[in-house]
């Protein structure tokens, strides 16, 4: 087992920072059941991808980094039972050992499978949920110290609360996902006017199994992506001089130090984006290159009202004149049933806003948050937004049942931070 005191913990993009007291990493799962008897106060962390401040603390930090890997394959049933701590592009090229594929999954594979599952991440796709909705089983590691085993037929009521529960309820020791036999995707990119995804867009969603697209506040055009299985040949990526990435950074950058540039950039898509067109097993074309930092807000709409939502955002950032040369992420999810998950018996159309991590972005989130809420918006439990209990718990038929769940497994409160307590109590 890894103990240090006193070290710095910062999440990825730098902007959640804390010293917790120790910084503890169990190397199983005997001495992760010790770590929890013998400390009052512990929050979990996974990857640190998230951009809330979920698992910030000044007591005991724990990370699940040492229990990863598959612990069980189930053939029949396309089944597998992973530990918690394992990275999700690790899991992919594991599942494939075994003829299976996650059914679907985001675009950046960074994260922890624990984490992924406790914030509700998720992909596109209209006929396809968030990961945590795949999850078929999981162990759940108690303030007590107790393993409780937890399903649809098995503590169901825990199970229901526990899928999307923020290490609020326990530790998931280790999960049991629903996955599918090994699948290529064909990957097509193209920009597409504006004004032809807002008018096509509602048909377009069933025609593709997975579709997104980014949008920029000065640019009458959008990056369009879709994802169809296919039996074609491997047409993996190639390899390009000037890498997406590099230019994100670059064109923030430029924005950064010269914001009237803005609007001139984003109008100059056309010269930089080109069609492109790739087909790779699932786990290799999912994920993408997103090395250059930012910070984000993320709300899932009513699927209705997805596309006017977004019309009121760009709008007001490009009347503010807001120096943000990120785009905005228009997705798709399938509403499902796990109590907090912010697509609970609502599809969803997810819309995600970036600013460059250099860049303040409270500015920016503070003006299209109202905009969120004005139609219905549940915010994304990883990422940033202003909501504490008392507005939270109006989104979700649930959340009574949830708290009486989480006193009863944790009535001292080990699991909560100051910022937990905001989130859930206050």
Not at 397 to 403: A, E, G, T
């Amino acid at each position: 087992m890894t103990i240090q005191h006193d070290i710095a913990w910062e999440n990825w993009s730098g902007a959640q920072k804390s010293i917790p007291k120790s910084f503890i990493q169990p190397q199983n799962l005997e001495q992760l059941m010790d770590v929890v008897q013998s400390h009052p106060k512990i929050r979990m962390v996974g990857a640190g991808h998230s951009f809330s401040p979920l698992a910030k603390t000044i007591d005991t930090l724990v990370s699940l980094d040492h229990l990863k890997g598959i612990l069980d394959i189930d053939a029949e049933r396309c089944q597998s039972t992973v530990q918690a701590g394992t990275r999700l592009f690790d899991l992919g090229e594991k599942l494939a050992s075994f003829d299976q594929a996650l059914i679907n999954q985001g675009d950046i594979d960074r994260q922890s499978l624990a984490g992924a599952i406790a914030t509700g991440t998720h992909g596109t796709g209209l006929e396809l949920p968030c990961l945590s909705a795949l999850v078929t089983r999981f162990e759940l590691l108690t303030a007590q110290g107790e393993l409780l085993q937890c399903s649809a037929e098995q503590n169901s009521e825990i199970f229901q609360a526990g899928r999307v529960s923020f290490g609020s309820l326990g530790v998931l020791s280790h999960v049991q996902l629903q996955n599918r036999p090994m699948y290529k995707l064909k990957e097509q990119t193209r920009l597409c006017p504006l004004k032809d995804v807002m008018q096509n867009m509602q048909q377009w969603q069933y025609e593709h199994r997975h579709i997104e697209f980014w949008a920029f506040s000065h640019a009458d055009q959008v990056i369009l992506k879709t994802l169809d299985e296919t039996e074609d040949d491997l047409q993996s990526r190639k390899e390009q001089w000037l890498v997406d990435d590099v230019l994100l950074k670059f064109c923030a950058e430029l924005t950064r130090i010269f914001p009237p540039l803005n609007p001139w950039l984003q109008k100059l898509l056309g010269v930089f984006v080109k069609p492109s067109m790739n087909v790779d097993w699932s786990s290799r074309i999912f994920p993408s290159a997103r090395n250059t930092k930012f910070n984000e807000m993320e709300y899932q709409i009513p699927l209705q009202h997805g596309m006017n939502c977004l019309e009121e955002i760009l709008h007001t950032l490009r009347r503010h004149k807001v120096p943000m040369f990120f785009p905005l992420e228009y997705r798709l999810v399938r509403g499902d049933d796990i109590w907090l998950s912010p697509f609970y018996q609502q599809d969803s159309a997810s819309i995600s806003v970036h600013q460059f991590y250099k860049q303040d972005y409270q500015v920016i989130f503070n003006l299209v948050e109202p905009i969120f809420l004005k139609f219905g918006g549940r915010p994304h439990w990883g990422k940033l937004h202003s909501l504490n209990a008392r507005q939270l718990q109006n989104l979700y038929p649930k959340w009574q049942d949830f708290l009486n769940i989480r006193q009863e497994l944790d009535p001292k409160q080990k699991w909560l931070s100051p910022e937990l307590q905001q989130l859930l109590i206050e």
